[in-house]
T-cell receptor
Framework: DAKTTQPPSMDCAEGRAANLPCNHS???????VYWYRQIHSQGPQYIIH???NNETNEMASLIITEDRKSSTLILPHATLRDTAVYYC????????????FGPGTRLSVLP | KAGVTQTPRYLIKTRGQQVTLSCSPI?????VSWYQQTPGQGLQFLFE???????NKGNFPGRFSGRQFSNSRSEMNVSTLELGDSALYLC????????????????FGPGTRLTVL
């Protein structure tokens, strides 16, 4: 079973920041937080991952609370092309360990 | 660098037939994982191969099998197809240990859409 809880859906206005929350209250010390997104009928796309520090890349920022029980993915300036299902996954960094996907959050970016 | 490629992209089969799907990982990646995605069950892990050996397996019947070749390309086979096998089959590859993404990030291909009639 997925170890994360995400809202089933969210809306965001185009050009505004999209803040997608994820609860992972049972996360272990050696588990990373990964974010992927899936645009309709395409393969999931890797966005970002982190252990305990906040992370930023060209796509998004990942904010992890100090107790690591929750995190927020931030898309700073959402566009219509960011409309997708966003998955938050916690996973031990062991090679061969599969990803367990939950239902994710369906983000709709509105014009 | 080219991404993960999967062939064919679309496939239509009838019940009882068997099917083979192919996956070419990103150059330099040696781990290949397979997932099944259906509207009812979501994304589910099938199996993972590394250096031609199955290293991890999900909870699927024996009709689902796979293999990996020495060049890291992988195939999965489904025998005696059932209507419920209609799904998007996704392949993902991971960089080897020591790569900058040492946490084994998986990169997905576009998938093969299998329809069983």
């Amino acid at each position: 079973d997925a170890k994360t809880t995400q809202p089933p859906s969210m809306d965001c206005a185009e050009g505004r920041a999209a803040n997608l929350p994820c609860n992972h209250s049972t996360i272990s010390g050696n588990e990373y937080v990964y974010w992927y997104r899936q645009i309709h009928s395409q393969g999931p796309q890797y966005i970002i991952h982190g252990l305990k520090n906040n992370e930023t890349n060209e796509m998004a920022s990942l904010i992890i609370t100090e107790d690591r029980k929750s995190s927020t993915l931030i898309l700073p300036h959402a566009t219509l092309r960011d409309t997708a299902v966003y998955y938050c996954i916690v996973r031990v960094a062991n090679y061969g360990q599969n990803f367990v996907f939950g239902p994710g959050t369906r983000l709709s970016v509105l014009p | 660098k080219a991404g993960v490629t999967q062939t064919p992209r679309y496939l239509i089969k009838t019940r009882g037939q068997q099917v083979t799907l192919s996956c070419s990982p990103i150059s330099g990646h040696r781990s290949v994982s397979w997932y099944q995605q259906t509207p009812g069950q979501g994304l589910q892990f099938l199996f993972e191969y590394f250096s031609e050996t199955q290293r991890n397996k999900g909870n699927f019947p024996g009709r689902f099998s796979g293999r990996q070749f020495s060049n890291s390309r992988s195939e999965m086979n489904v025998s005696t197809l059932e209507l419920g096998d209609s799904a998007l089959y996704l392949c993902a590859s991971s960089p080897p240990p020591g790569h900058q993404f040492s946490t084994d990030t998986q990169y997905f291909g576009p998938g093969t859409r299998l329809t069983v009639l």
